[in-house]
């Protein structure tokens, strides 16, 4: 990841504010040099420092330049304006982009912010209008310039999950966001995600769990956990969110799990889901604080969720062994794969499957179910009740009590959290081997996406 500290360069009458370094991304020339002749009017506070007119080029501009702020059009030939958005938050996370468009369709909107881009302006653009919105994304991007990309940074193939650290000694961690699912109510997600959170924890290894069921959520009552601060908080704040304020929020279980509750009346979810992508534009902005973020989702296939699955490494989907369950399922699946999701990112968990089936008749063999959806089982979670209200009853996981019990799920549970965590380290450490190639025949430094 190539970046550096905040511009500090001020402007030409020698002012206390810094000249924003901006780049123009059209393929129209008429249009690049339309909007250059509107910043050079204000040339003490903007500065054209590269232009591109094609989705190629913006790249390998971009990382020559390194702009504060990219302007893109967002239909270009070669590479739509979302997908150079897209690698450019990987590879150049320090500059902001705000997106363009003649159209002002709410799809292009949520796909531009999805991408990562921090707003959307109208063609033909209006001076003003311009320049209010570079000084507004530039001001909100500052805490993320500042304090999470750091010069000279190197990679330590070594620790858990191919973090990075700066010449400073700030430790950068990768911030794999997993996404626990069902189209079911009553599948067990809550179970899953709080298991699997405390699973996932290992010495040197911070994991976040966070409940974004917003108008029903458990995750406190399973981890006896009760906050005045919670999401409602911080989803206004998302624009100019630091980690210190998010650490204020934050709560922190015995077993050193940090948990963000959901809010705490049905109601507050309304204000969260006006803007259906602020959970994940949060979490995007926190992950690199963490090695590991856990979400548990509610039911509905919506908005909301989607921004979550979009920018997770993995995606727990769960099922129960049930005509409904399967059903389901398959329809999600088929969604998943519609919405060209890697087979890999998608881990199926099986939860409370009877091994005796002579004695719960209603529910169907994992090898039928594998058979109907063309795909494996990756975890079978056993219907055993008893363990899981008692730890419930304690508010610690079952896999911190019972993960060895043979009269219990706790095995299936920590077996569940091990795969994720070796498929996402392997992730990890594929992608600094690559990184590390493009390094040698481009010169550019390492950099560590986020998946």
Sequence with gaps: MLSRLGNTSTGGGGGDHPVINVMLVDDNADTREYIKKFLAFEEREFRVVGAAGNGRDALRIAMEVKPDIIIMDINMPDMSGIDVTSQLTKLLPSAAVIMMSVQSDPNYLRKAMQAGARNFLNKPVQADEL????????????????SQFMPNLTVDVKAPGARTTNSAGTTIHPGHVVIVYSPQGGSGTTTVSTNLAAGLMRKGIKVLLIDADLQFGDVGVFLKLQSQSTLAELAPKVNDLDIEFFDSVVSTHESGLKVLLGPQRPELADEIEAVPDSVARIIERIATDYDFIVVDTRCHLDNLLLALTDISARIVLVATPTLTGVKNAKFVLDLFDRMDY????????????????????????????????????????????????????????????QRDHKQSPGRELMDLADYVYAQLNEDSLDEVESESAKSKKSGLGLRLGKN
């Excluded at 998608?346 to 063999?365: H, M, W």
């Design 131 to 146: 320049f209010s919105t570079i000084r507004d994304v530039y001001k909100g991007h500052e805490p993320f310039r500042q």
């Design 342 to 401: 890697p087979a890999e990112k998608i881990v199926f968990a099986l939860n409370k499957v009877d091994e005796d089936r002579s004695k719960n008749r209603g529910t169907i063999a994992t090898e039928s179910i594998e058979k109907y959806l063309h795909r494996s089982v990756d975890a079978r979670i056993p219907n055993i009740e008893a363990p899981i209200l008692a730890a419930v009853n304690k508010g610690v996981p079952v896999v911190v009590t």
